[in-house]
């Protein structure tokens, strides 16, 4: 194989590499506005277990609010996944969110490492890269 068609598919494969960690840094902004999001949910949550009622307001879509009063703040319904809603008391839903939140720490320790892996690989890539160019170089002089 010519020197000219390997430095032509290293640069394909260091493409693809480039565009799949673009990919990965998405979703590890995507976790981390989750997380930002859950963390703020578990801080309302424990401040609603703290009082009696609540003066709220009411999203009702679209841009529009109502006021709404909630006395009865013992207990919340929680989205569990596919769909499902169960009531739960609000220190176990401040629990799943945890879970949750952990969930997602997980999930995104596990996009780095490997981001990590790919920036080593980008890494071995261009020195290749580098070392295949002098060869042409030299083969062309």
Known sequence: MSVERTIQERLIYFEGLRKEAEGIQERIQEIQTIKSELDKTIESLEFFEKV??????????GG????????????????????????????EAIEILKNKKEEMEKTEQ???ELLNQIASQMMKIQEELEELMKKAKEKKE
Do not use: C, P, T, W
Not at 52 to 61: H, R, T, Y
């Open 64 to 91: 529009v609010f109502a006021y709404a009063d909630v006395r009865d703040n013992k207990k919340v319904l929680v989205d569990v996944g596919a769909g499902v809603i169960i009531e739960k008391e609000v220190k």
């Open 110 to 112: 596990k996009l780095r």
């Open 52 to 61: 009696e009622s609540v003066d709220a307001l009411l999203n009702l879509g």
